[in-house]
């Protein structure tokens, strides 16, 4: 290489590492995007629990303290109105955000009857993806 195309090796080479930064960004910006517009691929209640909820409610579902309260969800008596949840998940209630643009039906029934049904909680009556629907 001359000391010429040295010279102009960071013209060149800054352009190329800019679109390739903007490229990637935009990738990730692409996939969240994905994500908040319903496309969470997981369909299980207890994969959906995992994948989205149990980062606040953790794992146990017994909730936390810190930043901010999340309340428990582990032998929680406000569940045994299947309206209550349902409606929590779909519009979103204080510091949770609504989950309704970003969930099926059916997505929403699974970690609804997931939750119902598990940690403590013992409701039998199944939540149905019309149910969810109705409340939309």
Request: hydrophobic residues 45%.
């Amino acid at each position: 290489m001359s000391a010429r195309s040295w010279r102009l090796l960071p013209a060149i080479a800054l352009p190329v590492i800019a679109m390739l930064t903007v490229a990637t960004l935009g990738a990730r910006t692409s996939r969240s995007q994905e994500i908040f517009a319903g496309k969470y691929p997981q369909q299980t209640g207890e994969d959906l629990f995992r994948s989205i909820c149990q980062g606040c409610h953790m794992p146990d579902a017994k909730g936390a303290i810190g930043a901010g309260t999340y309340p428990a969800l582990a032998a929680n008596p406000r569940l045994a109105a299947a309206i209550y949840p349902v409606t929590v998940v779909l519009h979103g209630q204080r510091a949770m955000p609504p989950f309704g643009e970003s969930l099926s039906d059916e997505q929403i029934a699974n970690v609804l009857n997931y939750v119902r049904s598990h940690f403590g909680n013992r409701y039998r009556d199944l939540i149905t993806p019309a149910a969810v629907n109705a409340r939309r």
